[in-house]
């Protein structure tokens, strides 16, 4: 039996992760499969019970049920408990298991972009507060950075996550980010502001450090207006679509037993499917 795997959401339809198994699974000549399944609220138990059943080897979980799935698992990982989230699952010995690869995706992705960049990284500012936000501050806190300022429009959003993450993370102002740029060694977006349909992201980078790094997890656009800018200052920019094409390494390792490489041509397919929308 081929192994079968899934990613499951509500909606699903836009969900770029079957390209990027799809590619892996065709480069590496295995058999295997990966499919949206579109699961409602309602339906998530149900479809536990059909991994558990042994239909798939795993798979992905997104919007809306990172955090619902967590309670259903045999096993969690540390990253999973620290965020609350499970996005990729597998079975082992009969024991549903899920991790979290966010936090791993966006590290692989700047590790790959900014080689070194945790020697001189001291001060990070996250703007942002959500779910991609306490995943990179988990990340960049496991890291080593000295100091990680959260800036929210909700400030109390950022005071909570500051709180539940611990030193050295510490809350700000959203109406502060623009004084905080010139002491921070890295920057990023972890909002939605700035994405297509979305308003833009109004930061002040006139400050910004000489070699600064700003990352924007936002690839769509592939290149948002914060980083056509900070590149215009002589800043390292990272991109949101290697995060996305690292978080799901972990995973297909799992369930296909063969760890793939984010390749050039990987990305340039995700790009030209990105620019087709
Ligand atoms: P995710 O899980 O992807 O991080 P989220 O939990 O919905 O998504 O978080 C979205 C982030 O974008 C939040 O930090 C949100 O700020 P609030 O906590 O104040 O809502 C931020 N965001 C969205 N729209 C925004 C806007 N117009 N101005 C400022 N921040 C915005």
Same mark, same amino acid.
């Given at each position: ?121 001291? #001060? /990070? &500012? @996250?703007?942002? +507060? ?5 995943? *990179?501050?988990? %990340? !960049? ?82 290149? #948002? /207006? &914060? @980083?056509?800018? +900070? ?5 390292? *920019?990272?991109? %949101? !679509? ?36």
């Amino acid at each position: 039996m081929i192994p079968r795997c899934f990613v499951i959401g509500h909606p699903i339809a836009h969900s770029r992760s079957p390209l990027i198994h799809g590619a892996w699974l065709a480069e590496h000549g295995l058999d295997g499969a990966y499919d949206r399944i579109d699961v409602a609220p309602a339906g998530l138990a149900a479809f536990v019970a059909r991994i558990r059943a042994g239909e798939f080897a795993g798979g992905n979980v997104t919007v809306p049920h990172k955090e619902a799935v967590l309670p259903l698992l045999d096993e969690t990982s540390e990253a999973a408990r620290a965020m609350g989230a499970a996005n990729t699952l597998w079975l082992e010995d009969g024991r549903l298991c899920g991790d979290n690869t966010d936090a791993a995706g966006f590290l692989g992705h700047l590790d790959a972009s900014a080689p070194g960049w945790d020697a001189r990284v001291r #001060t /990070a &500012l @996250l703007l942002g +507060a959500g779910g991609a936000a306490r995943a *990179i501050a988990h %990340g !960049l806190k496991g890291r080593g950075v000295a100091r990680i300022v959260l800036a929210n429009r909700n400030r109390t959003r950022a005071q909570e996550l500051a709180a539940s993450l611990g030193a050295p993370l510490e809350a700000a102002e959203w109406s502060a980010r623009h004084g905080l740029v010139p002491a921070a060694d890295l920057i990023v977006n972890t909002t939605s502001l700035g994405m297509k349909g979305q308003p833009p992201l109004d930061l002040d980078l006139s400050g910004l450090k000489p070699g600064a790094i700003v990352d924007d997890i936002v690839y769509v656009p592939l290149k #948002t /207006a &914060l @980083l056509v800018e +900070a590149e215009r200052r002589g800043a390292t *920019i990272v991109d %949101g !679509l290697g995060m996305l094409l690292h978080q799901a390494v972990p995973g297909f390792a799992r369930w296909f037993g063969v760890t793939p490489s984010v390749t050039a041509s990987l990305r340039a397919r995700l790009e030209a499917d990105i620019l087709g929308t």
